[in-house]
């Protein structure tokens, strides 16, 4: 009897214990980020076609575990194994119906402010050289900062979770920024005025203005597209299909400009390729004629041609030298790190890093003889210095922890340094240029993420975020390295000067 009765109430539990259940686990735990319906939102879309190489287990892993380097939590102590085995599955269904979102979708998009007025002068008397944008993630949010005074011009909304550095017109007057769900907001900032928005992608990384200020693209990873718009009225110039040479699609994991080439570079996420998209009145041609001795190269009508450069792995974070000849790339997935010339397509040294380098935030200054480059890592608690002749790592500074954001200025000694991740997220090392030794460690705020610094146009002060909720945006004297103004701010993220944008000032990530 008492058998009995112990093998009833065992069945009785397990009858009352909850079965997993991958919709409203994806509901409480993953929608917030990743959207109600999977495509994406703070978070990149959810659904295989962007999942890419994160197949089978290891879609679990980072479920239970988290991504590091990222702002993706892991749920090990909130769901059971069996709950994550469950909404893996589930993540790996496709959708009933993915929208396609080509030209005609992108320009319905199309939202014009009626009440703006363009106006010849700006409407504040600050210096327009010296405007400080900064990203408020916190309520979706950029206020507009005089340079000079740090009183506040403007606060105005944004599309939901700001993506990627906004991006100025070469004249400084207009800026561009572009949301994780893929809308791209034009602003006047003479009028202090939105001009219009569009929805270019429905998961897009990042954009790249040209250098003649025509074109603006976006990067997306849903669908898998680069969307070219007329910077002029937001107009669809080209939706190119990001497919690799044998056909493979793939999401674009950012696209950069190359000013001197007067083209577009994007980095890809699934296939080993980087592409070239020109945007220039005379594009180079590609391919030859039956004879090319007689009949000369074949004449290219295509208003964006594409050039496909096949690169040894995959890459999908760049940094470039002056000349935008040199692609310094490395896989966010692996270790080390590769140069492509962009001239003859081909790659021409190997990099020494390990640690998941951000090259995205590296920077460089003349330092000798030579320019050096330097990057975060975003497993190691290590800053590497590169020479930028001989591709050689020369030095590597120990920190408290891996970084995300590197900055200086060609007016200051300095590097400022970001310890983004783990316990000693709350720290900003500064690091001389010369001896490229830490002289000081900030700690602003303790026990918060202190992260990302600009300066202002004169390199005089450095702006720092406190990245919290209540934050600040904190105002050093860039030659004391002492607190000059504090400015609270919600959950300040990327801060972005006007001059050292469009100049691309030393130190300035580009």
Not at 415 to 440: Q, R
Request: include cysteine.
């Amino acid at each position: 009897m008492t058998r009995l009765i112990a093998s009833l109430s065992a069945l009785l539990l397990m009858t009352a214990a909850p079965l997993a259940d991958p919709t409203a686990d994806y509901a409480a735990n993953c929608q917030d980020c990743h959207g109600a319906n999977r495509l994406g939102g703070l978070g990149p879309a959810l659904i295989p076609e962007t999942l890419g190489r994160m197949r089978g287990p290891d879609l679990g892993v980072v479920i239970r575990d988290g991504r590091k380097a990222t702002q993706m939590p892991g749920f090990g102590e909130v769901l059971s194994e069996e709950q994550i085995d469950s909404l893996t599955e589930f993540l790996k269904q496709p959708l009933s119906e993915v929208p396609e979102w080509r030209e005609a979708d992108i320009a319905a998009s199309r939202v014009v402010n009626e009440e703006y007025e363009a106006v010849e002068n700006p409407v504040w008397s600050s210096d327009p050289m010296n405007i400080t944008l900064v990203v408020e993630t916190g309520d979706h949010h950029v206020s507009v900062l005089d340079g000079d005074t740090f009183e506040t011009l403007n606060r105005f909304p944004t599309p939901f979770a700001v993506h990627g550095g906004p991006k100025f017109s070469p004249d400084g007057r207009f800026v561009f920024i572009m949301s994780r769900d893929g809308w791209v907001q034009k602003y006047d900032l003479y009028a202090l005025q939105e001009v219009g928005r569009i929805r270019a992608g429905l998961n897009s990384r990042n954009i790249a203005m040209s250098a003649d200020g025509k074109w603006l693209a976006v990067a997306n990873y849903l669908p898998m597209t680069l969307t070219i718009l007329s910077t002029e009225d937001l107009g669809v110039a080209a939706v190119l299909d990001a497919k690799g040479k044998d056909g493979t699609p793939s999401r674009i994991s950012a696209v950069y400009q190359a000013p001197p080439r007067e083209s577009f570079v994007l980095a890809l996420k699934d296939v080993p390729e980087i592409w070239e998209v020109f945007y220039g009145k005379n594009p180079p041609q590609f391919g030859f004629a039956h004879d090319w001795r007689i009949e000369g190269p074949v004449k290219n009508e295509d208003p964006f041609p594409v050039r496909k450069i096949t690169t040894p792995d995959y890459l999908d974070d760049f940094f470039f030298d002056q000349s935008y000849e040199y692609v310094m790339g490395a896989s966010r997935s692996g270790e080390g790190g590769q140069v492509i010339d962009l001239v003859i397509g081909r790659k021409t040294a190997d990099l020494d890093l390990p640690g998941m380098p951000h090259l995205g935030s590296g920077i460089t200054w003349k330092r000798g003889d030579t320019t050096v480059m330097a990057t975060p890592h975003l497993k190691e608690g290590t800053i590497s210095i590169i020479d930028m002749k001989t591709w050689k790592t020369v030095e590597r500074i120990e920190t408290l922890g891996p970084g995300f954001f590197l900055r200086s200025h060609e007016n200051t000694p300095y590097v400022w340094a970001d310890v983004f991740f783990g316990p000693n997220k709350d720290v900003m090392h500064v690091i001389d240029k010369e001896s490229l030794e830490i002289v000081k460690t900030l700690r602003p705020v303790e026990g918060a993420t202190v992260a990302h610094v600009e300066f202002t146009k004169d390199g005089r002060y450095a702006l720092v975020s406190v990245w919290e909720d209540d934050g600040a945006v904190i105002v050093y004297d860039a030659a004391t390295l002492e607190e000059v103004k504090r400015l609270p701010m919600r959950k300040p993220s990327g801060k972005y000067n006007v001059w050292n944008k469009i100049t691309f000032s030393e130190g300035t990530s580009h």
